[in-house]
């Protein structure tokens, strides 16, 4: 029996095919390109390529059910929302085939809905950013004479199916009234209204946790240093780190919806008062996975474990000031700051300091993403990756 893993072109997928195939669980892993990192792992015996859910959604569907007729597998591993989403609609037909460990429907679409999530969490005392939730374009006017400049507009849901297609709602910022009114209506997507929200200024926390029916089994905390869109996306620079507020809320937020699963709960440190502020719960592994293992926790495997019906020891320490890297992804962000490309009323930072943080490649408990001395070539096909990415779009 093996293990079919999705998303084979993200930091998570590959993380994942490491961490199983380290244990000497056969793994397969199945991707949108033919270039995806893990398919060149060692520890990948079965390599597939299916339609992008992206563009494709039907056909991403009707791809995978084929392959999982094809071999009797124990287990499928989707590693992203793109891939999450829709196996959740055709839930029914591969829970006959093999074991899905994901959260409930009902959870996942809790986990979605960031209005429902914030709303929970204020009901029972977790800070939140001051958050407008505006039903239609007009009535922005009402709400005019409230809002401080810039403020952030977030999707009701990261992602959103149009017709055949999962589309990728990306966060926007308004700088004034007039950019909030064209951004509103940009995101206004089926039926949902994005979310108005004061822009918090600090840095990102995470809070990652195993949970069976409520009851954490493992946690991880991390700091992110570095983010990719620099001043939000995926992290590219994170740390290790403990901290009892985050532990707190990030616990009480997940006991109190019962979640079964792995989770991340992200929080935003707020500058002005020092209280971390949830911004949201992504139900799923997540980018920066690859910290989570070298400092000691092994989400992945804990999580094959617990849906095998292993009874779990609790993982309660993990190894702090770990760092880890996403080298391309940091590249991006090292491009943007050079054209200029972001927001620079809500960032700032010396172009000598970007380039000294970006050539400092090597440090104490520094480790990376993709670069790994047992498993070399998925780097190198990230690389491969990033230089067509910038050939192809200009990056």
């Known amino acids: 029996m093996s293990v079919l893993i999705l998303d084979g072109e993200s930091n998570a997928g590959l993380a994942v095919a490491r961490s199983l195939g380290r244990k000497g669980i056969e793994i397969d892993v199945a991707g949108k390109t033919g270039l995806s990192p893990a398919f060149f792992s060692r520890y990948c015996k079965n390599s597939f390529v299916y339609p992008n859910p992206e563009k494709n959604l039907k056909g991403f569907v009707n791809n995978l059910k084929k392959i999982v007729e094809r071999k009797k597998y124990e287990m499928l591993i989707p590693c992203t929302d793109f891939t999450i989403i829709p196996i959740t609609l055709h839930r029914k037909f591969f829970e006959k085939k093999l074991l899905i460990p994901l959260p409930s429907n009902k959870h996942l679409k809790l986990a979605w809905s960031k209005s429902t999530t914030l709303k929970i969490a204020k009901s029972i005392g977790i800070p939140t950013p001051k958050t407008f939730f505006v039903k239609k374009s007009s009535e922005l006017e009402k709400i005019k004479n409230k809002i401080k400049f810039p403020v952030v507009l ?105 979640w079964h699963g792995v989770a991340m709960v992200e929080f935003r440190m707020d500058e002005k008062d020092k209280i971390p502020k949830l911004m949201e719960i992504n139900g799923r592994f997540w980018n920066s996975l690859p910290l989570a293992i070298v400092s000691g926790v092994d989400f992945p495997f804990l999580l094959y474990k617990m849906f095998k019906g292993e009874c779990l020891k609790p993982i309660l320490s993990y190894k702090t000031g770990v760092k880890c890297r996403w080298l391309t992804g940091d590249a991006y962000r090292l491009l943007k700051i050079i054209k200029s490309d972001y927001n620079k009323k809500v960032f700032t930072e010396p172009i000598l300091k970007t380039l000294k943080d970006f050539f400092e490649f090597f440090g104490k408990d520094l480790y990376y993403d993709y670069f790994c001395l047992d498993d070399p070539l998925p780097a190198f096909i990230d690389i491969l990756n990033s230089f067509k990415k910038i050939l192809q779009k200009g990056l």
Do not use: W
Not at 195 to 212: M, T, V
Not at 221 to 247: F, Y
């Open 154 to 258: 977030k999707p009701e849901s990261s992602k959103c199916i149009v017709g055949n297609k999962i589309v990728d709602m990306q966060v926007r910022y308004a700088n004034n009234f007039e950019e909030l009114k064209q951004n509103f209506k940009k995101m206004f997507i089926n039926g949902k209204p994005p979310l108005i929200q004061e822009r918090i200024k600090g840095y990102g926390l995470g809070f990652f946790a195993l949970l069976d029916k409520g009851k954490i089994k493992a946690f991880f905390m991390h700091r992110r240093i570095r983010e990719v869109s620099v001043d939000k996306g995926a992290s590219t620079l994170r740390e290790s780190i403990k901290n009892k507020i985050i532990k707190r809320y990030g616990s009480k937020l997940l006991k109190k919806i019962k």
